[in-house]
């Protein structure tokens, strides 16, 4: 590299000039722009490893703890499901939102939405499509911020119910007249893995609906499963129904094939009968 040095005189004092050849100014010119991509790649580096130590806000997962079948209203007797899950402690979740579909990747757009402050569970109809089915169920929570920004489970824990065909009641007959207190009680039960049985009776006064009983079945052999084909008759001793008076009355049966203490994945039946009860 040349480097000249000229001593020169201006207005009487001595000055040093410093000239640089061609090739020293493209040299420095290159050091220059190394040096300034160094520092773009130095920020670019650090900028994404903030990026890496900061990960988008999100909230636990929810986890479902009860799925099972029952009557939604007694009024009308159709079918619904029950979903419960498990509470977030975090006060930061303003509402939790159900997701339902048949196939368990699909669960894409939300049912219903639950507000914190409610109990954790919701019941819903029935999805109505051929027997034997399986339905999926998941729930997220939302959380709602000042600015509006909505922040939410980043996963979600699915869960199911398998709703069987459901078994044939021989008594009480739909729209029967049962006279007195003992109410005689029989269905047909077909299952090869085994079924456990529960009974349960509503009934109208006033026109408010309410469940008067619910059993096992058979009631001599509690929470032992039936097997096979058979006949399960049964006898329920009821309330005196006063002279003159008619009580509207729901009977239904619920079968659950499980021998776990598990209360999602089920695989469930449920059937009702209509009847009335009148005094002897």
Known sequence: MELLWHRVKWNG?????HRFTFFESRNMQSRGLKFFFALLCFWAFTGMQCSEQHPPPSLNTVHLKDIHLQISDPASGAPAVYIGWEKLSDPKVSYYEVYQSFNKDSLIH????QLASDSPRVVRALPDSAQPMTVYYAVRAVAVEATGQKVISDTLAVDSITVLPSFSIHSPGPNSVQVGRDLTIELDVSSNQGILLKAVLYERKANVWSIKQQCCLPQNNCNNPVFGTSSQPETLTLET??????LASLLCFQGTESFEAKLTGLNQSLICS???RVAQ
């Open 13 to 17: 004092y001595n000055s040093t000039v």
């Open 110 to 113: 939300s049912i219903v939405t």
């Open 241 to 246: 129904v006063a002279p003159g008076d008619t």
């Open 274 to 276: 209509r009847f009335s």
